[in-house]
């Protein structure tokens, strides 16, 4: 019965495995049907694609390279969306382009108007002013497919590319208009293939976010067109004495041209080459179809004179790194601050930075050709680290090359007070005994200037004469005996003082193998009169927005000095470093009744001399050699860095409170040398400084001029009284200004 009747209970079991068996089935169907309809659906695939088959001959000249060319362009391109995603952060800012139309005025130290840098916003031109033949010369000469390409002129590219080939060197550019302005925004002058990279993807993004109209202005304000000037219209101020506005069509033409080499082209260096270049853009006007030939000749037959500009003296070195200073300072503000005109008194000292202009170029043509030297920086600074004169080079309109700040030179010898410093806070004392003899690390022994030893002798012996031997011993001697030790507690001591530049750990460190710049060196000099003190070198003394409000002060808001060597360290160094000038490398840098101190330098194969000094008023460093680091022949720098720096001193210790040096009487200072006058006058004639403020006399003028901004704030519009006057005598080179905002915060170099 059982059989007949199964128990429903237990009749789920049979039909969940027929539901499993029923599943796999299907499932095993469906796997055959799918391989069955994939093979057909290949085969169909495959008799579709023979219709395209290519062999023999034409497979290999044709498909397999298209192919092998698909696949390397598109690895390439996953490539150089790597190498442009640091590009990209420049943009990563809303602010980008505001950041980047600063227009900034610059004073001197005793608020005289001394240049300006960046846009000018109140007088920049709406493109539709532009005279037309501006801008059919700039598109016919840099970009004639501007308004037809993306960002990318790939016709133009390629037509560049052939062109340089065939020419076997770079003959023609190919970068679009929107590349160059990328270039100008975002990037660096360097000819590399990242950077290339860059400035196309820049290029791309630029063209999604502006119009070409607005491209195409930003590129006429912000190109850099030499002689300071930024923008065609600067330019034209610079060259022609006009507005962008007015310029006629040989004027157009030349200031199109100074784009590709602004340098090259400049009129004021380079007349008759400025005026080839401008009839090549004439050419390139009648080839792009803008103009006919009728229409240029004119301008071929009469073309442009630019305005004399060999007596302009701009301090263009100092100016360029006080804008610098005042872009790194901008970038800390607060975002919501949309200000970018600015006022800015700078520590410049103009009839300072005339006197060290005119001493390089006269020393230089003297004595240059004799010791094979043909460059130079020099930098002046007061001990609070403002810099009062900064020569970058012999010639700004021939190289913009900054060499006061940029320029990566070995300071040889100058080096060593950084190593005796460290030696006296390790526990030596000036008259402490060092052998001269000797030594070696590793397989490295230096030998001294003159090839000899001269046995036991005090530290200030050694620093007197610029023993090499005594300052590698000193480095081991501070190490207690392990001169990796010691070395890296130099450099520790040299970088708190103010060296920014890397500093490897190599044995030649003590003498003065690795680079620094003239500017950090000198200014890391000031901690020695300053007591141990260690101050910034810095060009900005006050900073005010356009409708004159104070937004910045140095004194209020800059780096503090910082106390990084006691006092009694740095008071024996100014007295052994006294010695130096006195009785060793440096005397002809002696300036009458200043008592100075300082240290020569001199590195292998004489490539570089240097003269580091200071007083108690100021801190001043030279250095003299060839950009291309050939040899000079046998400069020391006890001999032209010291007659330079000496003649610059002299002139800047004129008229003011001569202060001593911590430890060093000042009515003792030695006799001048006869050959440091001979020196002086070869500099040229002398220049009699005026008297200048004291220190306490210009701290009173800034607070009355505090004091009447806050009561200018305070009164009603109504209370204000306007008055006329005339205008004031001008005062004589590097002398203030009586009244109004330069005077009130004029320092003095008595400091």
């Not at 001294?448 to 030893?453: F, K, L, R």
């Not at 100075?596 to 003269?611: E, L, Q, Y």
């Not at 580091?612 to 801190?619: A, D, I, P, R």
């Not at 701290?699 to 009603?716: C, F, G, N, S, Y």
Request: charged letters at 20%.
């Amino acid at each position: 019965m059982r059989e007949l009747y199964p128990d429903p209970e237990k009749d789920w079991k049979p039909k969940i495995q027929r539901w499993l068996l029923d599943s796999d089935a299907r499932f095993d169907d469906f796997i055959f049907q799918a391989g069955r309809w994939t093979r057909e659906i290949y085969e169909r695939f495959s008799m579709f694609m023979d219709r395209f088959h290519i062999g023999g001959w034409r497979r290999w000249t044709f498909i397999e390279p298209l192919s092998e060319g698909a696949t390397l362009g598109l690895g390439g391109m996953i490539v150089m969306l790597a190498l442009a995603q640091s590009a990209f952060r420049e943009t990563s800012d809303d602010d980008w382009l505001k950041k980047s139309e600063l227009a900034v005025t610059f004073l001197d130290r005793y608020g005289n108007e001394i240049g300006s840098r960046g846009i000018k916003h109140n007088d920049s031109i709406p493109l539709e002013e532009f005279p037309d033949a501006l801008i059919k010369a700039t598109l016919a000469t840099e970009d004639r497919r501007f308004y037809e390409h993306f960002g990318i002129d790939i016709g133009g590219t390629l037509r560049a590319f052939t062109t340089n080939l065939r020419a076997g060197g770079v003959q023609q550019g190919g970068s679009s208009l929107s590349q160059q302005l990328a270039k100008n925004l975002f990037l660096t002058n360097e000819r590399t293939i990242e950077r290339k990279i860059k400035e196309a993807f820049l290029a791309i993004w630029l063209e999604s976010r502006l119009t070409k109209n607005e491209i195409l202005k930003l590129y006429l304000d912000r190109a850099y067109l030499g002689g300071g000037a930024f923008g065609v219209d600067a330019a034209a101020q610079f060259y022609f004495n006009k507005s962008a506005r007015d310029v006629n069509l040989a004027e157009a033409a030349m200031l199109a041209g100074m784009f590709k080499a602004p340098t090259k082209y400049a009129p004021h260096i380079n007349l008759p080459a400025a005026r080839g270049r401008a009839n090549q853009v004439l050419d390139n006007l009648v080839e792009a179809g803008f103009m006919t030939e009728g229409q240029v000749f004119g301008a071929r037959r009469n073309p442009a004179t630019a305005v004399d500009r060999r007596d302009d003296r701009a301090p263009n070195y100092f100016l360029d790194y006080a804008f610098d200073e005042v872009k790194k300072l901008v970038s800390t503000f607060p975002k919501s601050m949309n200000e970018r005109v600015f006022l800015v008194r700078t520590s410049l000292d103009t009839g300072l930075q005339r006197v060290a202009d005119t001493t390089v170029d006269n020393l230089l043509k003297q004595y240059g050709r004799d010791y094979h030297a043909s460059q130079s920086a020099v930098v002046i600074a007061d001990l609070e680290g403002g810099v009062r004169a900064m020569v970058g080079g012999r010639d700004y309109t021939s190289s913009q090359f900054n060499r006061a700040t940029d320029a990566l030179r070995q300071p040889g010898s100058s080096f060593k007070p950084y190593v005796y410093a460290m030696a006296l806070e390790s526990g030596m004392k000036p008259t402490t005994t060092v052998v001269d003899g000797p030594v070696c690390i590793g397989n490295w022994c230096p030998h001294n200037y003159e090839g000899s030893y001269r046995g036991a002798m005090t530290l200030t012996s050694a620093m007197t004469h610029s023993i090499n031997t005594i300052a590698v011993k000193l480095s081991i001697s501070i190490g207690n005996g392990n001169p990796k030790v010691g070395r890296a507690k130099i450099v520790a001591l040299a970088k708190s003082m103010g060296l920014r530049t890397p500093l490897p750990d190599t044995p030649s460190l003590p003498i003065g193998a690795d680079e620094v710049t003239v500017l950090d060196h000198t200014v890391a000099y000031a901690t020695f009169p300053n007591l141990g003190k260690s101050v910034t070198a810095h060009a900005l003394l006050e900073v005010r927005t356009g409708d004159g409000n104070v937004i910045w002060r140095f004194d209020r808001d800059g780096p503090k000095p910082r106390q990084v060597m006691p006092p009694a360290v740095a008071t024996d160094m100014i007295y052994m470093m006294n010695k130096v000038t006195e009785e060793g490398t440096a005397r002809r840098a002696l300036i009458p009744g200043v008592r100075i101190a300082g240290k020569t330098g001199t590195t292998n194969a004489f490539r570089d001399a240097w003269f580091v000094g200071y007083s108690g008023n100021m801190v001043g460093g030279v250095w003299i050699g060839n950009d291309d680091y050939s040899s000079t022949n046998r400069m020391t720098g006890g001999s032209l860095p010291a007659m330079v720096w000496q003649a610059i001193m002299s002139y800047a210790h004129q008229g003011i409170e001569i202060k001593p040096l911590p430890g060093l009487p000042l009515d003792k200072a030695p006799p001048t040398p006869a050959r440091n006058q001979i020196a002086s006058q070869a500099a040229g004639p002398p220049v009699m400084r005026p008297t200048l403020l004291t220190a306490r006399g210009t701290q009173v003028l800034i607070q009355i001029e505090h004091l009447m901004d806050e009561a200018a704030r305070t009164l009603p519009a109504s209370a204000v009284v306007s008055e006329v006057s005339p205008d004031p005598v001008p005062p004589r080179d590097g002398a203030p200004r009586a009244g109004g905002y330069a005077s009130a915060g004029a320092p003095t170099s008595g400091n």
